[in-house]
């Protein structure tokens, strides 16, 4: 069975600087895709960024990026320049080529600072 | 734009009771899921829709049961509550193909005393 596993239950950055969020997994699948979703107190599910595991080049949506590390099964969230509504839970999440379930992490609570 | 509508969105049950979560979706979505959400534990499956009429186990379905009598519906049952049921309900959607988003409702927060 896939998992996902968040090792930082919080993390914390300053504002405009740069924080990273980690997550790993544990497939036998060689195809499949990854998510972050961002929770904010809303309880609002917002999809973050997605990566193909077949694409080699890393994912990156304004602000948001990703480091794919397929061979050590990681996919780290990289935020630059931290905004007060970045402060969120943040969750990784895998989907497999031939599984219809999306499997998510524990999450990571991010708290922003002036 | 409603997307995925949850109801309701908070209840409070005593033990042993039965209560309906509905989730509605307006996109013609295929496929449904039920999570809940505890803290520590992120999103866990309780069960799940790839289409009109079928359902399949997730992770935690014990104490659940589900039908997708409608395409655009999924109701997730309760048929004893019991307080270990005390959780954020979420249902989201999304449509075939493996790189698709899927969308969520707000959640259903439910507490059972």
Excluded at chain 1, 37 to 61: D, H
Excluded at chain 2, 2 to 18: D, N
Aim: hydrophobic content about 35%; overall charge neutral.
């Amino acid at each position: 069975a896939q998992t996902v596993t968040q090792s930082q239950p919080e993390m914390s950055v300053q504002e405009a600087e740069t924080v990273t969020l980690s997550c790993t997994y544990d497939t036998s699948e060689s195809d499949y895709y990854l998510f972050w979703y961002k929770q904010p107190p809303s309880r609002q599910m917002i999809l973050v960024i997605r990566q193909e595991a077949y694409k080699q080049q890393n994912a990156t949506e304004n602000r948001f990026s990703v480091n794919f590390q397929k061979a050590a099964k990681s996919f780290s969230l990289k935020i630059s320049d931290s905004q007060l509504g970045d402060a969120a839970m943040y969750f990784c999440a895998y989907r497999g080529y031939n599984t219809d379930k999306l499997i998510f992490g524990t999450g990571t609570r991010l708290q922003v600072f002036p | 734009n409603a997307g995925v509508t949850q109801t309701p969105k908070f209840r409070v049950l005593k033990t042993g009771q039965s209560m309906t979560l509905l989730c509605a979706q307006d996109m013609n979505h295929e496929y449904m899921y039920w999570y809940r959400q505890d803290p520590g534990m992120g999103l866990r499956l309780i069960h799940y829709s790839v289409g009109e009429g079928t359902t399949a186990k997730g992770e935690v379905p014990d104490g659940y049961n589900v039908s997708r009598l409608k395409k655009q519906n999924f109701l997730l049952g309760l048929e004893s509550a019991a307080p270990s049921q005390t959780s954020v309900y979420f249902c989201a959607s999304n449509a075939p193909g493996q790189n698709t988003e899927a969308f969520f409702g707000q959640g259903t927060r439910l507490t059972v005393v």
